[in-house]
């Protein structure tokens, strides 16, 4: 069930964000933009980036050793990409357990994360989340306090966590805009494989076969709204989208093969003249269209 009421975090509460790209730059500056005049600490591997989130004025101060982050703050955001927050869990997956901080992360993938953690006291301090949102440019220049308005974030919580870890996690989201919702990690990573990771492979897979062929460049003039539409996707972050697709391997490629099987079906009724299979087909993919909504703007990407 989907769960929005917006409510502001205390201002006692001392927040740490590692990693100040799209996202954790982001959440910091959504959290201003809330009202929360708490302490928020940053640590990114980018000096620059680091220096211009604390000339932003939306975090008071660089973070230290990220060892300590578990027991100086008592919310840690973690946002990495997939790879890097597997490594930064198994190097710290000790001190998060020892310390008393709630764990949030913000990676598209999450069944790897709960494996990372699985069985261990770790998992009964993280609440790992995905908040689905985003832009098709990365890093500090494009966060924005506005990114997780109206979005839904998806917790996949271990069985027994604490309700109060729970609770901090659906107050930040509810702070920054957004509704939350909870599932089992598996069964995010086979929905977001069809609705998310497909979608931006299908783009790339699309400008990749004009790319090869030289010179389609110049058919550029002759696009409409259309190609704009379906190539958006890919002017997102190439290195961050294979990090996705490769921890999501296994539902990814299911996928690939439902889409498949329904494109060889339209080349097969082109290519044997099937005009009735042809309209059948369009048509029942315009009535799935305007059945589930699509023809609305969205309010979660």
């Known amino acids: 069930m989907d769960r929005f009421t917006r409510h502001p975090l205390p201002d ?3 927040i740490a ?42 975090i008071d101060e660089g973070a230290g050793d990220p060892r300590q982050l578990f ?34 992360d913000v990676a598209s993938v999450k069944a790897p994360v709960a494996a990372a953690i699985a069985g261990t006291p770790a998992e009964q301090r993280m609440v790992p989340c995905h908040p689905i949102a985003g832009r098709e440019r990365s890093g500090w220049p494009a966060a924005t306090a506005e990114l997780f308005h109206g979005r839904l974030c998806v917790l996949t919580p271990a069985d027994g966590i604490a309700p109060h870890r729970l609770a901090l996690a659906e107050t930040l989201w509810s ?3 957004a509704r939350t919702t909870r599932m089992a990690a598996e069964q995010h990573d086979r929905m977001l494989s069809a609705t998310s990771h497909l979608p931006q492979l ?18 550029l003039p002759y696009c409409g709204t259309g190609f704009r539409s379906f ?12 990090d996705i ?20 079906l339209l080349r097969s ?26 023809q609305q703007p969205a309010t979660a990407a």
């Open 17 to 58: 964000i590692v990693g100040l790209g799209l996202l954790g730059g982001s959440v910091a500056q959504g959290l201003r933009a809330s009202g929360f005049s708490g302490r928020i600490a940053g640590h990114d591997l980018q000096d620059a980036t680091l220096q211009a989130a604390l000339s932003a004025g939306v």
């Open 175 to 177: 702070a920054l805009g």
């Open 71 to 104: 027991m100086d703050f008592d919310l840690v955001v973690l946002c990495q990409p997939v790879d890097a927050l597997l490594q930064f869990l198994a190097r710290h997956r000790d001190g998060l357990a020892a310390g008393s901080a709630t764990v949030l």
């Open 12 to 14: 006692t509460l001392r």
């Open 245 to 264: 697709a490769l921890h999501n391997a296994p539902a990814i490629l299911q996928e690939i093969d439902h889409f498949s099987a329904s494109l060889a």
């Open 202 to 219: 299908l783009s790339y897979a699309f400008l990749h076969s004009l790319a090869a062929r030289g010179g389609a460049e110049h058919w």
């Open 231 to 242: 190539t958006r996707l890919g002017g997102s972050d190439p290195a961050l989208w294979s």
């Open 269 to 294: 009724s082109l290519a044997q003249g099937r005009s009735a299979d042809l309209t059948e087909a369009f048509a029942q993919a315009r009535s799935f269209h305007d059945r589930v909504g699509l």
